[in-house]
């Protein structure tokens, strides 16, 4: 099996090493693993493209590049130029946080695995979700080294169509306190973000995106719900943003009035 690699934490970010060690699992002796990531963090920067700028290419080793630029950048040219031939699966991650609900929207991470969908070939988005002070895992990726590579099996034997991926989620949970795999629908929390403001010695105002974190205010069954309660959760997603229903009755309405 062939897999490249792409994230938005950049060629630095600490789950990059993790993704790659899911891969080497995954792919097995006779694999080849490609890794094509950002040069500096690009967290936040959804599908961004460099449709209207240049991006440098640096190799780093052989079947490890480096591009300045961001996530869905480095799906496009991992699959249409620098692989000699197609990968038979994208994995994007390990994030370094999770990336549910909303979150999804705004993610370079889950934006990698889209493109790839893009692209006609299996993606898959890996994150893990963070928690912080007591009740933090000594390793933060813990969950997602643990058991990662099963996952990543278990999605490749789900059910996928036509620009399907799937966006997958760690808990911050040490591996033997994760509570098992679960399908789950993208949740909803009414917004990811909080503002918080600061002044500046010059005394210029200045504001943070800082995430609200309200994961168990939506629905029991959503992801961000079942990530925080331990659960490692996927959910298919697709690049088509059209409201099909909607749509139906939004022309059956049309020709009516018509």
Not at 184 to 196: L, M, N, S, T, Y
């Amino acid at each position: 099996m062939r897999i490249l690699i792409v994230n938005d934490d950049g060629i630095n970010g600490p789950g990059l090493k993790v993704a790659e060690e899911i891969a080497v699992e995954v792919a097995g002796p006779s694999g080849e693993i490609w890794v094509v990531a950002p040069e500096t963090e690009r967290s936040g920067a959804s599908h961004c493209v460099s449709y209207t700028a240049p991006m440098r290419v640096t190799q780093l080793e052989e079947r490890r590049f480096c591009i300045e630029g961001h996530p869905a950048d480095c799906a496009i040219a991992g699959i249409v130029k620098l692989l000699p031939e197609r990968p038979d699966l994208v994995l994007s991650g390990v994030n370094r946080g999770h990336n549910v609900a909303e979150d999804a929207v705004y993610s370079g991470t889950v934006a990698g695995a889209k493109e790839g969908a893009i692209q006609d070939v299996r993606s898959i988005a890996l994150s893990q979700f963070f928690a912080a002070g007591l009740d933090a895992p000594e390793d933060l990726f813990a969950a997602a080294r643990a058991h990662g590579a099963a996952t990543v099996r278990r999605v490749l034997a789900l059910p996928t169509g036509p620009d399907v991926f799937y966006n997958v989620n760690f808990p911050a949970r040490a591996a033997d306190e994760v509570k098992g795999f679960r399908l789950a629908p993208q949740g909803r929390r009414g917004g990811a973000f909080e503002v918080q403001e600061t002044i500046a010695p010059n005394q210029r105002r200045y504001f943070w995106l800082k995430h609200g974190g309200r994961n168990v205010e939506a629905a029991a069954d959503a992801d961000c719900t079942l990530c925080a309660n331990g659960w490692i959760t996927a959910t298919p997603m697709r690049p088509d943003l059209t409201d099909h229903a909607l749509l139906a009755e939004a022309m059956a309405a049309h020709e009516a009035a018509e």
